[in-house]
């Protein structure tokens, strides 16, 4: 943790250029911020942490060689005292339920303002440990009151997103860096488990067991 009279030191990892260039701006009007390094991947981004030791990392959920959440796992269970802030274009109730079991200090949907990227840093900086999203409280009433749903891998998860996205099969085998055959088993398990027979049907199903963000299909 730095001094009260030093800069946050925070590490940014996206795979987008674009991204990454727009939060270091809104990170160096903020004054007390300074970008020390970037990541495009989740193996870039672990030995960029372990030379750079930042007080913050801001990572995106999906990366080319893995995903954010996985990340955080990693990075928490050997730093506890590092913050970490989770950005996504998702930021459906499952995702900041992920962020937060994953150990996130923070999550922050895309399309939020710069400035609030900012504060969920220095949050994150002073409390690692403590999460913060916005409308977590409305998130964990609806967890509450949801009925129980079928358990879905990790995995399993991943894929029923991108079917919502409307991937095909090949394209989702190549998202996700497996082979077609897999890919068609993960659909096949996961219209099992809903109790689907098609994708249209799978995804009413999702969104019924807030197992998807609704907002998705828009």
Do not use: C, W
Request: net charge neutral; aromatic share 4%; hydrophobic share 45%.
């Amino acid at each position: 943790m730095t001094s009260a009279t030093a800069n946050l030191r925070v590490v940014l990892v996206d795979d987008h250029q674009l991204i990454r260039e727009g939060l270091r701006r809104a990170f160096d009007r903020a004054g007390d911020i300074e970008v020390v390094g970037e990541a495009a991947s989740v193996a870039d981004a672990m030995s960029t942490l372990d030379r750079l030791r930042p007080d913050v990392l801001v990572t995106d959920v999906r990366l080319p060689d893995g995903d954010g959440i996985t990340l955080t796992t990693q990075v928490r269970a050997s730093n506890p005292t590092m913050g970490i802030v989770v950005l996504t274009m998702y930021a459906g109730d499952e995702q900041v339920f992920a962020a937060l079991d994953a150990g996130a200090s923070g999550f922050v949907g895309k399309d939020a303002p710069a400035e609030e990227v900012v504060a969920a840093a220095r949050h994150a900086a002073a409390n690692p440990r403590a999460f913060t999203a916005r409308d977590l409280a409305g998130a964990m009433q609806r967890r509450m009151s949801a009925p129980a749903g079928p358990k879905l891998s990790p995995r399993e998860r991943e894929v029923l997103d991108l079917l919502v996205d409307g991937l095909a099969i090949a394209q989702i085998a190549r998202r996700l860096y497996i082979s077609e055959s897999t890919a068609k088993t993960h659909v096949a398990n996961i219209y099992e488990k809903l109790g689907a027979g098609n994708r249209a049907q799978a995804v009413m199903a999702a969104v019924r067991l807030g197992l998807v963000d609704d907002s998705k299909r828009r």
